[in-house]
């Protein structure tokens, strides 16, 4: 049996059992889209398939460094830190091409479900799904590749880094010739991973590529995204390379996107977006749809846009948006309305970074859309040239730092009735505490600035 053939309880053990396999791996996803996981013996395996295991709840109490979070109250030292209850999921099962085992991803339930990322997008899928309405998305991720491994770069200071390659070269031929043994080992990890890779190129910068995930349903497309960022990773790693999706790692640079595609479906498979008397072939439904993306992405950013890197991106034409305006074909968009044919019409929303937790993102941008339907929304005319040089309305300014967007999140009516209270007071006290811990640094910038002349 193929490990993506699997999809029940049963079909798991028998493939574990055929291949006698000692040990399987495990990985759930934490606040931060950061794969966290272990070993399991097949035995414990075996029952933690029938009947859950248990799965250290610090995992959704700490920040990316292994920090704990001194203000959430999920859990802490005020809990001890117990294990929370968590499910193997069997129709994630995966090969690991580097591995004589195979992999699984599993979720948080119980308490833990309200935070669990892709809790929260599975609470947006039923809510779509109660109106009749079934996503599908696609995830576009720019990522810069240096010729350095996780020693070097701290033994560099995280200064001159080497890129794979200098200058400026979009959709080189050459660069990903001369690079092909690596291209070669993405595209087939991708392929052997079921996360396949629709598009693969240089972008302009040193180093910088795109890679285009192919589409599926909301929640597998999701995983296939956290799946690739992390492999993605290890793919370089293993061939002495470094991946890093940071938002902006260079001021030289236009930072790293992270593009969210979605269309919406009825239930006979007919597409809910597509009008062709519309606007743009925006059915009223999209139109909805687009509006409450609109309205509530100034709430929302700090789900779309979770790091303090992640603004650093978001200036004047650098590629990435700094309101909330659409358009149709419009890059210079948040959100961008792609007409086309029933199987094409969608919304590409723009403004996500490649730090992004792909589970939180698409949760913002479905919910804020179902948002908009539920409520009937009416959208806003829309951008036409420049939207960088326009007058936007006050209300559809983005907050400019991570703090402000934490704000704009735990003050947010609309998404307190969303996504619940217990997400937001936690994952906006998350993005406070990223905040408080950055106070903390003292920048390159200011010990230029300020150490011989203030």
């Known amino acids: 049996m193929e490990a993506r053939n699997v999809k029940t309880v049963e079909d798991a053990i028998a493939l574990i059992e055929a291949r006698q396999l000692t040990h399987i791996k495990v990985g759930v996803f934490d606040i931060d889209?950061?794969?966290?996981?272990?070993?399991?013996?097949?035995?414990?395996?075996?029952?933690?398939?029938?009947?859950?295991?248990?799965?250290?709840?610090?995992?959704?109490?700490?920040?990316?460094?292994?920090?704990?979070?001194?203000n959430v109250t999920f859990t802490g030292w005020?809990?001890?830190?117990?294990?929370?209850?968590v499910r193997v999921l069997p129709d994630t099962c995966r090969e690991l091409p580097f591995e004589d085992t195979v992999f699984f991803l599993a979720e948080f339930i119980g308490e833990a479900e309200a935070i669990c990322p892709r809790g929260v997008l599975r609470a947006q899928i039923a809510r779509a799904e109660a109106?009749?309405?079934?996503?599908?998305?696609?995830?576009?991720?720019?990522?810069f590749v240096f010729e350095e491994t996780p020693n070097s770069v701290r033994e560099k200071g995280y200064r001159d880094l080497k890129p794979i390659a200098p200058g400026m070269f979009g959709y080189s031929v050459i660069r990903n010739s001369v690079w092909a043994e690596f291209y070669d080992a993405l595209l087939q990890t991708a392929e052997e991973m079921d996360f396949p890779i629709e598009g693969l190129h240089e972008e302009t910068g040193p180093g910088v590529v795109e890679a285009a995930i192919g589409v599926d349903a909301i929640l597998a497309s999701a995983d296939k995204a956290g799946l690739f960022k992390t492999f993605t990773k290890v793919v370089a790693q293993r061939n002495d390379l470094m991946a890093t999706f940071m938002a902006k790692w260079s001021p030289d640079y236009?930072?790293?996107?992270?593009?969210?595609?979605?269309?919406?479906?009825?239930?006979?498979?007919s597409s809910a977006f597509y009008d062709p008397d519309g606007e743009a072939g925006m059915s009223p439904l999209m139109r909805h749809f687009v509006a409450?993306?609109?309205?509530?992405m100034p709430d929302l950013l700090c789900m779309i846009s979770p790091t303090?890197?992640?603004?650093?991106?978001?200036v004047p034409g650098a590629w990435a948006p700094t309101n909330a305006t659409w358009g149709v074909e419009n890059r210079t968009c948040a959100l961008r309305v792609i007409p086309g044919s029933p199987k094409s019409q969608r919304l590409e929303y723009r403004v996500g970074a490649a730090d992004g937790n792909p589970y939180?993102?698409?949760?913002?941008?479905?919910?804020?859309?179902?948002?908009?339907?539920?409520n009937k929304l009416e959208l806003k005319p829309g951008i036409v040239g420049n939207a960088y040089t326009q007058e936007i309305p006050k209300e559809l300014q983005l907050p400019m730092?991570?703090?402000?967007?934490?704000?704009?999140?735990?003050?947010?009516?609309?998404?307190?009735?969303?996504?619940g209270d217990p997400f937001v007071e936690h994952f906006a006290a998350t993005r406070e505490w990223e905040e408080r811990e950055f106070r903390k640094a003292i920048t390159d910038w200011e010990l230029r600035r300020y150490f011989e002349i203030i």
């Open 254 to 269: 236009p930072g790293q996107s992270g593009h969210l595609h979605i269309s919406l479906n009825h239930a006979d498979g």
């Open 401 to 419: 730092t991570l703090w402000d967007s934490a704000q704009a999140l735990k003050n947010s009516d609309a998404a307190r009735s969303i996504f």
């Open 308 to 314: 303090i890197n992640s603004f650093s991106r978001m």
């Open 78 to 85: 005020h809990t001890g830190y117990p294990d929370a209850p």
């Open 131 to 143: 109106l009749g309405l079934f996503a599908n998305t696609a995830l576009e991720y720019e990522f």
């Open 360 to 374: 939180l993102g698409l949760a913002a941008v479905l919910g804020s859309g179902l948002y908009g339907i539920e």
């Open 33 to 70: 889209g950061i794969l966290r996981g272990k070993y399991m013996s097949t035995k414990k395996f075996k029952s933690a398939l029938k009947g859950g295991f248990g799965f250290c709840d610090v995992v959704l109490g700490w920040d990316s460094a292994d920090e704990l979070y001194d």
């Open 292 to 296: 409450g993306c609109q309205a509530l």
